[in-house]
């Protein structure tokens, strides 16, 4: 592993001249250090640090040749080295579709070998290594690392000091593993129950519960040395339009935004968070020209930086997005980010025409070399800040010391036994007597979120006969045919019991059916809903339903230890839900949860 003398040389006298002190998040960075870097840059090199960037494969220099062909095909570069030669991006983002997150230590010599391939360059500079890792629902980095319960369920234990614990051991492994920025907490307030891009990513309802928990999260990555990012700014909590694949519009008034979207972001930035996140999002009651907020003006600089005061970094959501595809073009929407005032560029489709886009709207006058040099400042605070200058490298042995320890996996599946919501439990069903030995398990297996073991009802199933009953999983899927449900009613008559998952559930959902057949056999049923809450409000005929938020491992065998009576469930409903028949009325307010 390389020396701090070697860093030293291999970024040219850079790290040098901004040797900073200790690499604690708090430091102040020494903005007339970072302005006489600045002074250094070239134009390309200025335009470059604006954008982070995807890359395909395990390794910065050696990946698998389908990986090299997906680089030519994509960004006209062979690796992340050639891509960090050509284009001198400031950052780069992994994702586990790249083959960037195999395992911890791959990760960290991917990680490694990026830093090194910068740090090389003339004026070379450390990145900014980020990723997606929100827990729940969206992870990028799996097993062996600790994983946690998504927000929502954060949401349902309802405890900042989880949530301060949550980032501070995540983010302790993502530093650990190379990677010194995530792309988390999720600071919408959802109130749609339809929405389909946030829901369970959401901590709740409650903007006060949620400006709670996302300033805790924050201050727990923030411990670690890696830097938080709230998103989706201004709010994507309540639209029935998915922004990776449309164009949503958020009908709220000014005074709504600021009673409720607002008041988690304003948390944050009084938590110090190092990034805040942009949303694809039309918000005509803040800006009505029907631009998206990321290329915003009166949003991002009238709103966050003026009226809400932050000074940090701003980064878009993927470029690649529809949402911020749908009016621009791929050659404006990066130049119109930054007139707005975004500092990040994150993940243009085509890398070539968004940093070209830049560089020829400076050499024209649209964009000044200050505007970017304010931008560049920013993103240099808060490399200082995370003592990239310092300490730009991990190491293997910082890997096994710190990523999935049992101390870690531990506090996870104690954090989580305090997020198990029950709804409804007729006539004490739950905990299951140790009489009902055989118990099968049904339900719907959607794919697994990366790095955990799935599918849900195997996960269950070996979670109940580890807890002493004997359990068999028999998949049904998400739409079970009737061949299907005939199979597991028959499955049923040879059980004691029958635990059904169930994943958003609708009123013409064949798991409804599937559901009344089973309670139909006389057996006992016990429901988890894994993944929204909402699914109790179809099932009125079920006479025991739980709520997991998530089908990761962590949430399921907590699940798990709740319908054996293990531990006691503990989680309040961080959502109303809704009743079925008519949605204008609450079923379940927030903060209801039964236990035993």
Not at 10 to 27: E, I, M, N, R, S
Not at 171 to 192: F, H, K, M, T
Not at 523 to 533: D, H, L
Request: glycine share 10%; proline share 6%.
């Amino acid at each position: 592993m390389p020396t701090r003398r070697t860093v030293l040389a291999a970024g040219a006298g850079v790290t040098a001249a901004l040797a900073l002190g200790t690499p604690a998040y708090a430091d102040t960075p020494d903005d007339k250090k970072l302005r006489s870097l600045i002074s250094r840059m070239t134009l390309e090199e200025k335009v470059g640090q604006l954008f982070v960037m995807r890359v395909y494969g395990n390794s910065a220099t050696d990946p698998a040749q389908a990986d090299v062909d997906a680089n030519l095909k994509e960004i006209g570069v062979r690796t992340a080295a050639e891509l960090i030669a050509k284009y001198r991006v400031g950052g780069i983002i992994y994702f586990t579709w790249a083959h960037n997150t195999e395992n911890p230590h791959q990760i960290a010599d991917l990680s490694n070998g990026i830093q090194r391939a910068s740090l090389t360059q003339p004026r070379g500079l450390p990145l900014l290594v980020t990723t997606d890792q929100e827990h729940g629902i969206v992870c990028r980095v799996g097993k062996p690392a600790t994983l946690f319960p998504g927000a929502m369920a954060m949401g349902a234990g309802g405890s900042r000091a989880d949530a301060r614990t949550l980032g501070r051991i995540s983010g302790a492994e993502l530093r650990a593993i190379g990677i010194n920025q995530d792309y988390s907490p999720d600071a919408d307030v959802n109130i749609n129950p339809a929405n389909p891009v946030i829901g369970v990513r959401s901590f709740g309802a409650d903007p006060d519960a949620v400006a709670g928990l996302v300033a805790a999260e924050v201050q727990g990555y923030q411990r670690s040395s890696v830097a938080a990012t709230a998103k989706h700014f201004p709010g994507h909590g309540d639209t029935a339009v998915d922004s990776h694949y449309g164009f949503p519009v958020i009908t709220h008034t000014r005074e709504v935004w600021e009673k409720l979207d607002a008041v988690p972001f304003r948390a944050a930035i009084k938590a110090g968070i190092g990034s805040i996140m942009t949303a694809h999002i039309q918000f005509p009651a803040l800006d009505d020209s029907g631009d998206p907020a990321t290329l915003s003006q009166p949003i991002l600089t009238g709103i966050l930086r003026g009226e809400l005061g932050y000074d940090g970094v701003v980064v878009t959501d993927s470029l690649g997005m529809e949402g911020v595809r749908t009016k621009y073009g791929d050659d404006r929407v990066p130049v119109l980010a930054l007139k707005a005032g975004v500092d990040q560029l994150l993940n243009p489709p085509d890398l070539a025409t968004a940093w070209n886009a830049v560089l020829k709207a400076v050499q024209d006058g649209e964009l000044t070399e200050a505007r970017l040099d304010e931008s560049i400042l920013r993103i240099l605070r808060l490399k200082a800040r995370l003592g990239l200058f310092e300490k730009p490298y991990v190491s293997r042995a910082g890997v096994d010391r710190v990523v999935g320890t049992d101390a870690h996996l531990a506090a996870a599946d104690r954090i989580a036994e305090r997020t198990t919501t029950l709804l409804v439990n007729k006539g004490g069903l739950l905990p299951l007597s140790r009489r009902t030995r055989k118990v099968l398990v049904v339900g719907a297996d959607p794919a697994s979120p990366s790095g955990t073991t799935g599918p849900p009802t195997g996960v269950l199933a070996t979670a109940l006969t580890e807890l002493g009953f004997t359990a068999t999983a028999l998949s049904t899927g998400t739409a079970p045919s009737a061949a299907t449900i005939a199979k597991a009613v028959a499955a049923a008559q040879e059980a004691d019991a029958v635990v059904i998952a169930t994943y958003n559930v609708t009123a013409g959902s064949s798991q409804k059916t599937l559901a009344e057949q089973l309670v139909a056999t006389g057996k006992p049923v016990v429901a988890v809903a894994v993944r929204n809450p909402y699914d109790v409000a179809q099932l009125p005929s079920v006479p025991a339903c739980l709520a997991s938020y998530s089908w990761t491992d962590v949430e399921l065998r907590a699940a798990a230890r709740v319908i054996a009576g293990k531990v006691a469930p503990r989680g309040k409903l961080p959502v109303p839900v809704q009743r079925a028949d008519d949605p204008a009325q609450v079923l379940y307010p927030i903060g209801y949860g039964l236990s035993y």
